[in-house]
């Protein structure tokens, strides 16, 4: 495998000033990404008091269950010791794995981990937050991946399956029903999709592992987020990744005291998070958090659903309930001492809760993300902690070497596809190789014609004025029938190159399927069953950390 730098601008608004400008990142964000940042922040997060015992038995108990390895137990072991600190990162827990980033950033977080380690001489350990609690299905019911030259989209349903993760489905219409994605069934559809996306994987060399990752670790007792830890165990189990499942009835007894200072104070929380935006807005940013009004930043656990608090009136009710129950503070205070499980986060406390339950050093960030966070600072002040340090993840373009050898061929540059749009990138291919100059051609004459029509006119005019009219639709007829002759001439061009042009379709569809970036489009599997463990293992061990974009090639030029 050989990696390569793009030219391709992987940042832009709020990313980019995260990484080109102090004064920006000194205002929103507290640490800086430096060796000094991680000591500081290191020193910080061990005189904090985290109740590791616990900690450490739920993480064990997921953990266990999904298939971890030796060393993610040996990891989780380790954070019972006051001195180990995280490296973390998530994602929603979509169905095989997720779109390619989400590999990208447990990757990072691996070797970040390995190598802050190394420089702090403490244990640092990489977590990855699954977000089984986000209720958006559309976000992760989807593969998109490329078989047979095609691009194809599986998708699931959230139909009961076997496990019946959420008995609530038979009461309610399913299709509907707001549940957190970890409800979600390994149901018949899973299988219906495995059937077909083995399809990519069943005559490659990594045939039998990709089974081994992908098809033996759907369960089907299980849900779809507990799939997603098992796949992300069995990548990265040479690495000792630990997975969080916030779901875990265990691990939300450790927000109870966290949960009980966010509701007193979620007014004062999203009106920082509105002030940021407002300041954001006025330097020229998009924010990306704008809370609905009334919002508290936290939803109910009620019937299968994840249902939205709502602060009015000095009341607590919830959103999408039509005879909606008011609640006084007191009320939901007592639900959450007694019930921490019954309540969840959003975007806003999501990353606050995650560093009250882990001894968080940084969070791996997408472009996205660091977003975010730049509207969480004073959240944080003001809940008594500091936003962790930020760290962009990586970000490649994955090209099986065949593709890069055939566009090289024509003389085209794998970067030269990621940074133009395929129509342009045909056009210009094309225009090169006429050799004739068509346009040119037309050009010449056209300009010939004109002159010599209008002398022709000039002179027939002496005979009657009325030839004018006629000349003019005449004109007309004529230029119609040139550009139909010179649309044929571009058209036999194209089809004298029409292999060449099947080359350029097949390499673009995929670099950018439909146009879009990789990482954000395609799933894992045509990637990993064409470099198998090795890629990742080139991921974690054979590059160094870096947030600009990058190309790998994946297999061997021809001799």
Not at 389 to 410: C, G, K
Not at 483 to 496: P, Q, T, V, W
């Amino acid at each position: 495998m050989k990696t390569s730098y793009s030219l391709r601008n992987a940042y832009s608004g709020i990313a980019k000033a995260y990484i080109e400008d102090e004064t920006f990142r000194k205002r929103f964000y507290t640490y800086e990404d430096t060796s000094e940042g991680y000591a500081r922040r290191a020193d910080e997060v061990k005189a904090r008091t985290f109740d590791r015992k616990k900690l450490v038995h739920a993480l064990l108990k997921v953990n266990r269950r999904l298939g971890a390895s030796d060393k993610t137990l040996e990891n989780i072991a380790k954070l019972e010791q006051a001195s180990t600190c995280c490296i973390v990162t998530g994602q929603q827990t979509g169905v095989v794995g997720g779109p390619l980033y989400t590999l990208y950033k447990a990757s990072t977080a691996v070797k970040k981990a390995r190598e802050i380690s190394q420089q702090l001489g403490t244990a640092v350990v990489p977590v990855f937050w699954m977000a089984s609690e986000d209720h958006d299905f559309e976000e992760m019911r989807s593969v998109t991946l490329i078989d047979d030259d095609k691009i194809k989209v599986l998708r699931i349903d959230k139909k009961p399956g076997t496990g019946n993760n959420n008995p609530f489905k038979t009461v309610h219409n399913y299709s509907y029903l707001k549940e957190p994605v970890g409800f979600v069934d390994n149901n018949t559809s899973v299988r219906r999709l495995l059937m077909e996306a083995q399809h990519v994987w069943k005559d490659t060399e990594f045939s039998d592992w990709c089974q081994s990752v992908f098809y033996d670790t759907v369960h089907g007792d299980e849900t779809v987020s507990d799939w997603f830890g098992r796949i992300y165990l069995k990548l990265f189990q040479d690495e000792g990744l630990i997975v969080v499942d916030p779901l875990d009835q265990d691990l939300r007894q450790l927000g109870s005291t966290f949960l009980l200072q966010a509701i007193e104070s979620s007014d004062a929380l999203i009106g920082s998070v509105n002030a940021r935006a407002a300041e954001l807005t006025e330097m020229g940013y998009a924010p990306l958090i704008e809370p609905r009004e009334g919002a508290t930043g936290l939803y109910y656990l009620e019937n299968g659903e994840r249902l939205q608090i709502i602060h009015e009136n000095g009341m607590y009710t919830i959103r999408e309930n039509d005879d909606r129950e008011a609640f006084c503070l007191e009320k939901v205070q007592e639900r959450m001492r007694h019930y921490p499980e019954e309540f969840s986060t959003n975007v806003v406390l999501r990353p606050v809760i995650q560093d009250v339950y882990l001894p968080t050093i940084a969070y791996v960030a997408g472009p996205g993300e660091a977003a975010y966070y730049a509207q969480l600072k004073e959240v944080y002040e003001k809940l008594g902690m500091n936003m962790p340090i930020i760290m962009l993840r990586e970000n490649y373009t994955v090209v099986p070497q065949t593709f890069a050898d055939e566009l090289e061929s024509l003389e085209i540059s794998v970067d030269s596809v990621l940074v133009t749009d395929q129509i342009d990138l045909e056009r210009k291919w094309l225009e090169d190789r006429d050799h004739i100059d068509v346009e040119g051609l037309f050009d010449v004459f056209t300009r010939d014609f004109d002159q010599k029509y209008t002398a022709l006119i000039d002179a027939l005019t002496g005979v009657d004025e009325e030839i004018v009219p006629i000349s003019k639709r005449n004109t007309e007829m004529i230029r119609q029938q040139l550009d139909y002759l010179k649309k044929k001439a571009y058209r036999f061009h194209r089809k004298n190159h029409k292999e060449e042009l099947k080359t350029i379709q097949r390499a673009a569809q995929w670099i950018k399927p439909y146009g879009q970036i990789q990482e954000r489009t395609l799933g894992l599997i045509n990637i990993l069953s064409q470099g198998g463990p090795a890629f990742i293992t080139h991921l974690n061990r054979q590059l160094a950390y870096d947030y600009r974009h990058r190309i790998i090639m994946l297999g061997k030029r021809k001799a």
